[in-house]
């Protein structure tokens, strides 16, 4: 089985556009999860959602938001990008149902200029 | 507020010589405390997952071991292809998982 998978691997945009990051998750997965990794420090939490709701959202500004779309996709987007928004993305899928275990996908690596 | 603190930073080990990565955390009611590895520029990869006090769970070199407050994943005999940086995260409500900052291991030949 295919794990999870994103894109683009690589981006390069400048202060002040948008961007849009792509998920799929495990097959069979329902739950979806963005993380934001700065060099040098753990994975930050953005948003989770399940079966298309928003299930939680972590400490990141208004200039952030996600979708899950009905066959569990995500988008993660960032408006007004701004140079500290520079990190890896990160998606995670789980199975839910008592099981909280997250798998991680290869990451968005997102340079602001 | 739910924290997660790791111990030490970064380690270096010579090949066959045996240690202990800490995860202390502070979360009401814990769901699940597990245990990652990530190599430079990759996603993390799951290794653990521990639901109680007590739990022990093994894979290969790699045992993780988990008390009321802290996590310890013991590494036995490394070869140099476990190095990676090692992170630990804890959930509360099977939502968003905190995370430490990791502790990167090095192993030498």
């Known amino acids: 089985d295919a794990g999870v998978t994103q894109s683009p691997t690589h981006l390069i945009k400048t202060r002040g556009q948008q961007v849009t990051l792509r998920c799929s998750p495990i097959?069979?997965?329902?739950?979806v999860s963005w993380y934001q990794q700065v060099l040098g420090q753990g994975p930050q939490f953005i948003f989770q959602?399940?079966?298309?709701?928003?299930?939680g959202r972590g400490n990141f500004p208004d200039r952030f938001s996600a979708r899950q779309f009905p066959n569990y996709s995500s988008e993660l987007n960032v408006n007004a990008l701004l140079l500290g928004d520079s990190a890896l993305y990160l998606c995670?899928?789980?199975?839910?149902?008592?099981?909280?275990?997250?798998?991680f996908g290869p990451g968005t690596r997102l340079t602001v200029t | 507020e739910d924290q997660v603190t790791q111990s030490p930073e970064a380690l270096r080990l010579q090949e066959g010589e045996s240690s202990s990565l800490n995860c202390s955390y502070t979360?009401?009611?814990?769901?699940?405390l597990f245990w990652y590895r990530q190599d430079p520029g990759k996603g993390p990869e799951f290794l653990f997952t521990?639901?109680?006090a007590g739990e022990e769970k093994e894979k290969e070199r790699l045992k993780a071991t988990l008390t009321k407050k802290e996590s310890f994943l013991h590494i036995t005999a490394p070869k140099p292809e476990d190095s990676a940086t090692y992170l630990c995260?804890?959930?509360?409500?099977?939502?968003?998982?905190?995370f430490g900052p990791g502790t990167r291991l090095s192993v030498l030949p």
């Open positions: 097959s069979g997965h329902k739950s």
């Open positions: 521990l639901y109680s």
């Open positions: 995260a804890a959930t509360s409500h099977g939502q968003n998982f905190v």
């Open positions: 979360v009401s009611g814990l769901r699940g």
């Open positions: 959602y399940y079966e298309k709701e928003e299930r």
């Open positions: 995670a899928s789980s199975l839910d149902r008592g099981r909280y275990e997250q798998y």
